[in-house]
């Protein structure tokens, strides 16, 4: 529901949700009191999130906009209520298992409610920002968000179709949504999801070690790949370019195409299901090691790379799968001054919610920007070191966890393969100002929670 307006990312809905979630709280603690987190571990993450909250909301005394903070500390707030509701909650096997179709789910009405609006033009008329150049944006308005929460999905739907503990029918439906899931990823040009979704296809694999879980995984890419490929040359859906009539022409193509794809990867995986017999992959005793460090060292040359990039004055960006390589954006300017306001308040920071105080005292680019782009340099900025060390305690918690309840059950693989989804990409952009995109993250993290503390 957060999705449909505007991501939660204004005020209203965001308060609306952060009640729905203490409420939840107070449901757990009323209907089942025995299920308070026990181990250090839990509450490792959610202290640190707690803590983070506080701070994040103390920082109004110094904030030079104690609004801006005072909104800052609601999201959090938002967040700390529903990780504690998704780990009291999700304590049971049967409600662990049902968080990963229902989640799948709900983000592919999302990206199928983005892609209606390309394949039927003629009958769906949605709201369009110049900004965007026809990247897929709605219903978050933000590309990037939509490119995010799509890689979320995908992998969570990777992992029920490579699940071989789940029925067939689910495993077949699983993997035919990829192919949605995959087109809603291209089209939005994100460059960071696509890694993103990457990392998270790779801890999945590695997690899970099965030889089932690798050849769902080959199947859902593939139908993503092919149901991106079939949007492609069509320039009315993948850049919401010509008159209506043209849209709607080759709106109806690729919605054909789509359908084509989406039967093809069902028909295939339920072929596999027919010949597979389970066999655990042989990998090294290391692998999730090295898993780590490939995928922090390919975020580390992303950032290496992309530091070549340009700024953009008053020209626009890139538009359609030029996107994908351009060396085109202001992400460093911002970064940049990220780096000025912490320089200036290393300590406590300069207030949350502050950071574009300083952007527009030292930008270079003139344009409108209210967050860093990044969630620790955001957090270095408005925080200090001491919001960053409270942040990374929560993450960190969490990463334990999800160890912790990898080695208890395999059912934590898909979790934990989408928070990594979420971590590989906050840094890189403002995932964590889109509740519609964070809370998905938080559930998936209080589901590694709860697992850990049962187990």
């Given at each position: 529901m957060l999705a449909f307006f505007a991501g939660?990312?204004?005020?209203?809905?965001?308060?609306?949700?952060?009640?729905?979630?203490?409420?939840?709280?107070?449901a757990a603690v009323l209907l089942e009191p025995g299920s308070w987190p026990r181990t250090r571990t839990t509450w490792m993450a959610l202290g640190g999130l707690a803590l983070f909250a506080a701070w994040t909301l103390l920082s109004i005394t110094w904030?030079?906009?104690?609004?801006?903070?005072?909104?800052?500390?609601?999201?959090?707030?938002?967040?700390?209520?529903?990780?504690?509701?998704?780990?009291?909650?999700?304590?049971?096997?049967?409600?662990?298992?049902?968080?990963?179709?229902?989640?799948?789910?709900?983000?592919?009405?999302?990206?199928?409610?983005?892609?209606?609006?390309?394949?039927?033009?003629?009958?769906?008329?949605?709201?369009?920002?110049?900004?965007?150049?026809?990247?897929?944006?709605?219903?978050?308005?933000?590309?990037?968000?939509?490119?995010?929460?799509?890689?979320?999905?995908?992998?969570?739907?990777?992992?029920?179709?490579?699940?071989?503990t789940r029925g067939s029918r689910l495993r077949v439906a699983a993997a035919a949504a990829c192919a949605p899931l995959g087109m809603g990823l291209y089209l939005s040009f994100s460059r960071g999801a696509l890694f993103a979704c990457a990392a998270g296809l790779l801890t999945l694999i590695v997690a899970v070690r099965r030889r089932e879980q690798l050849a769902a995984v080959a199947v859902t890419v593939l139908g993503g790949v092919l149901?991106?490929?079939?949007?492609?040359?069509?320039?009315?859906?993948?850049?919401?370019?010509?008159?209506?009539?043209?849209?709607?022409?080759?709106?109806?193509?690729?919605?054909?195409?789509?359908?084509?794809?989406?039967?093809?990867?069902?028909?295939?995986?339920?072929?596999?299901?027919?010949?597979q017999r389970p066999e655990e992959l042989s990998l090294p005793r290391r692998a999730p090691l090295l898993a780590g460090v490939l995928i922090c060292t390919a975020l580390a040359?992303?950032?290496?790379?992309?530091?070549?990039?340009?700024?953009?004055?008053?020209?626009?960006?890139?538009s359609g799968a030029t996107r994908l390589v351009t060396l085109q954006s202001n992400r460093y300017d911002y970064w940049r001054v990220a780096l000025k306001a912490f320089a200036a308040e290393p300590v406590h920071g300069v207030g949350a919610g502050n950071w574009s105080v300083y952007w527009l005292r030292y930008r270079h680019v003139n344009e409108f920007a209210t967050d860093a782009h990044s969630l620790p340099l955001q957090t270095l900025a408005e925080l200090g070191l001491v919001g960053l060390i409270l942040l990374l305690t929560f993450l960190g918690?969490?990463?334990?966890?999800?160890?912790?309840?990898?080695?208890?059950?395999?059912?934590?693989?898909?979790?934990?393969?989408?928070?990594?989804?979420?971590?590989?990409?906050?840094?890189?952009?403002?995932?964590?100002?889109?509740?519609?995109?964070?809370?998905?993250?938080?559930?998936?993290?209080?589901?590694?929670?709860?697992?850990?503390?049962?187990?």
């Open positions: 939660g990312y204004f005020d209203s809905p965001r308060a609306v949700a952060g009640l729905v979630a203490w409420a939840l709280v107070a904030a030079p906009i104690a609004g801006d903070a005072y909104h800052a500390g609601q999201i959090v707030m938002l967040y700390l209520g529903t990780l504690l509701a998704a780990t009291m909650l999700l304590r049971s096997p049967s409600a662990q298992r049902l968080a990963e179709p229902a989640l799948v789910a709900g983000i592919l009405v999302v990206i199928g409610y983005g892609l209606a609006g390309r394949m039927l033009p003629g009958l769906l008329h949605y709201a369009r920002s110049v900004t965007a150049e026809g990247r897929l944006e709605q219903p978050l308005t933000y590309w990037n968000a939509m490119g995010e929460l799509a890689a979320l999905g995908f992998v969570l739907a990777a992992r029920v179709a490579g699940d071989c149901a991106a490929v079939a949007s492609a040359p069509f320039r009315g859906v993948s850049a919401l370019a010509g008159p209506v009539s043209a849209r709607e022409r080759d709106g109806a193509i690729v919605l054909a195409l789509l359908v084509l794809v989406m039967l093809a990867t069902a028909l295939g995986q339920r072929l596999l299901l027919g010949r040359l992303a950032i290496v790379v992309g530091a070549k990039e340009s700024s953009v004055q008053s020209q626009q960006l890139s918690g969490v990463a334990v966890a999800g160890a912790q309840a990898l080695r208890a059950s395999p059912t934590a693989a898909g979790p934990l393969a989408a928070f990594a989804v979420y971590v590989a990409h906050a840094p890189l952009d403002w995932d964590w100002q889109m509740p519609a995109v964070t809370l998905i993250a938080l559930v998936v993290a209080g589901c590694l929670l709860a697992m850990a503390d049962s187990g």
